[in-house]
């Protein structure tokens, strides 16, 4: 079992925290179970989590021990780890799957993780399984319409990350073009993967695939998030990030530029590093003293660089692009985004490579699904900025984040915007959004609740929010136009 309560308790809080709507479309569409009794119940349920996750299109699937399907803690649970030793002799040997510890309240947990099957299906003791629609393992061979559907997405799994970037590669040159060694320092703690040989490492996470003649297909991607040089896979090379900085406010303005030239996991941070020291930054009193602050710390601009990366177009030619101009910074990807534009706020999670987020989540590069543009939207209204704007044109998205602060400095726009973003974020988390609330988000005084108020009227007006029925001019709130349907 490996020892890492911390993701083992990320899966645990995954769970809790969607709803039924949200899990079924989640990374980790979690199936639960009390206990397991015997090897063969064990090993029925781990190859069926792997075909299950292959039917549905996830990297992973995942059954957590010891709690109920309303995210009920029943008992704590301590599996014979002899169990999964003599289990695993008779599963597919292309099956990977992990275990891991995690605490809920009182009660100790167990978290099974298996992989998706790839490329053919999974099988334990020589027999196919796959869960059906009460989630419990049953034979494949008597689930005829989705062993159909399991057996095409099989034939048609060859996405962009798992299609080759370099092929008969020895170990040793493995070894020599991604950085391992990055790689073990963002693995958790306690996790096997941790102290397993690196080629085995790789193996799991599907950067690399062994072949039968003793050499390894590293795919692209191992090749976009590990690479030492990305000049060394020709199938990637055109999806390095690129960092623009403008001295002016438009584009016909001197530009500096600079090209990525580490995987997306080995020069994360010292992409995020750059960005950030070329953010203006803004005075700010404390007490006495005068301090800089930059506009955006690197947490923002970590989520919004860590969305662009997972969400773009790997099928479309470029790459994303950070532009920061003199007062802006807006940053763009290739393909159109899978979210209404105005929905980012409470749309359950959707990502186009799935791989690829699976694989950055797990190493620590972004925040759990679902929780990182909250946290911007938070950030903007804590500090009175507008609202970040999101467009789309043609197969391109843009996100822009804007260095100015106070209401006063709100283009209208901005204010409608800056609004609407706000009674999203009250919807989603039960809040009330009144004329009280929205003018503490612009830091205006009692005396100004006529200009919140025409606020309102505006966003109201553009269809973005309506008045709750049933509150009246006094006490008026507003939702989303989304929220009466």
């Known amino acids: 079992m490996d020892n890492n309560s911390d993701y083992g308790n990320q899966i645990v809080r995954l769970y809790k925290t969607q709803n039924d709507a949200q899990r079924e479309g989640f990374i980790v569409n979690t199936i639960t179970t009390e206990s397991v009794e015997s090897i063969d119940e064990l090993g029925t349920l781990i190859c ?3 075909n299950y996750a292959a039917y549905v299109g996830i990297p992973y699937a995942y059954a957590i021990m010891g709690m109920d399907k309303n995210g009920v803690p029943v008992k704590s649970t301590e599996l014979n780890s002899s169990f999964f030793a003599e289990a695993e002799k008779m599963l597919s040997l292309k099956l990977k799957y992990s275990l891991f510890e995690a605490k809920y309240e009182d009660f100790d947990l167990v978290v099974i993780e298996a992989q998706s099957a790839f490329g053919t299906s999974a099988q334990f003791n020589g027999t196919e399984y796959i869960l059906d629609e009460s989630y419990k393992p049953v034979k494949l061979a008597e689930a005829q319409r989705e062993a159909q559907e399991l057996w095409v997405k099989l034939r048609n799994s060859n996405s962009f990350e798992m299609q080759p970037a370099m092929n008969n590669v020895s170990a040793e040159d493995v070894m020599n073009l991604l ?3 990055k790689l073990a320092k963002l693995l958790p703690d306690g996790s096997r993967q941790k102290t397993a040989h690196p080629i085995s490492t790789l193996i799991e996470l599907r ?3 062994e072949k039968n003649t003793g050499k390894y297909v590293i795919t692209n991607l191992g090749a976009l998030l590990l690479a030492k040089r990305l000049s060394f896979f020709p199938t990637i090379t055109h999806k390095a990030v690129r960092v623009i900085r403008y001295m002016g ?5 001197e530009a500096r530029e600079q090209v990525g030239g580490k995987g997306y996991i080995v020069g994360f941070e010292g992409l995020i590093q750059y960005i950030t020291a070329l ?3 803004v005075g700010k009193i404390e007490g ?4 800089e602050e930059s506009y955006y710390p690197d947490y923002v601009i970590r989520e919004l660089v860590a969305n662009a990366l ?5 099928n479309a030619n470029g790459a994303p692009i950070v532009s920061i101009f003199a007062d802006r910074l807006e940053i763009t990807n290739p393909g159109e985004p899978l979210i209404k534009y105005d929905r980012f706020i409470d749309h359950p999670p959707v990502s186009r490579n799935e791989a690829l987020a699976t694989a950055m989540r797990k190493l620590g590069i972004c925040e759990e699904r679902g929780s990182g543009y909250d946290k911007v939207i938070k950030y903007v209204e804590e500090k009175n900025l507008p609202a970040p704007t999101i467009l789309s044109y043609g197969d391109w998205a843009k996100v822009s984040l804007y260095f100015k602060s106070g209401f006063d400095s709100f283009t209208k726009e901005e204010r409608i915007n800056a609004c609407y973003a706000h009674v999203c974020l009250n919807y989603v988390a039960g809040k009330a959004s009144n004329n009280s609330s929205l003018r503490m988000r612009f830091q205006l005084p009692e005396s100004k609740m006529y200009v919140v ?13 309506l008045a709750l029925e049933g509150t009246g001019m006094k006490n008026r709130e507003y939702i989303p136009y989304w929220a009466k349907h």
């Open 48 to 50: 069926a989590l792997s």
């Open 179 to 181: 950085d391992c060694y």
């Open 207 to 209: 950067f690399i695939e």
């Open 249 to 253: 406010k438009d584009v016909s303005s």
């Open 279 to 281: 953010i203006p930054t």
């Open 288 to 291: 006495a003293i005068r301090k």
């Open 310 to 314: 997972i969400h773009q177009d790997l």
């Open 453 to 465: 108020s025409r606020v309102f009227k505006a966003a109201c007006d553009e269809g973005l929010i």
